[in-house]
């Protein structure tokens, strides 16, 4: 069974930087992409990055140029730098574990606030 643990929330004031980290355990395919959504109050959870363990990203247009994801294969974790963050990047961020042929797997969340 996979876990994913996510850390690096918190709370920074508008324009401050945070970087998330998830890292998976257990058993899992090595061909795979791993990356965050988000999901603020009374939103839809929605894409905020992903990486293929090839190393391809995509990214929501709401974050190109301010977040950076990146993964080190060899500890199963993924991060994701933000940068110039702001308010309406408030939200849980959730990392999941996509497979081919299998359900997404879900972290916990982790809460990051940005004050304006």
């Known amino acids: 069974q996979v876990q994913l643990m996510e850390s690096g929330g918190g709370l920074v004031h508008t324009g401050g930087s945070l970087t998330l980290s998830c890292s998976a355990s257990?058993?899992?395919?090595?061909?795979?992409?791993m990356g965050w959504h988000r999901q603020a109050p009374g939103n839809e959870r929605e894409l905020v990055a992903y990486?293929?363990?090839?190393?391809?990203?995509n990214y929501a247009d709401s974050v190109k140029g301010r977040f950076t994801i990146s993964r080190d294969n060899a500890k199963d974790t993924v991060y994701l730098q933000m940068n110039d963050l702001q308010p309406e990047d408030t939200a849980v961020y959730y990392c999941?574990?996509?497979?081919?042929?299998?359900?997404?797997?879900w972290g916990r969340g982790t809460q990051v606030t940005v004050s304006s």
């Open positions: 999941a574990l996509v497979q081919i042929g299998l359900p997404n797997t």
């Open positions: 257990g058993r899992f395919f090595e061909i795979n992409s």
């Open positions: 990486i293929t363990n090839e190393g391809r990203t």
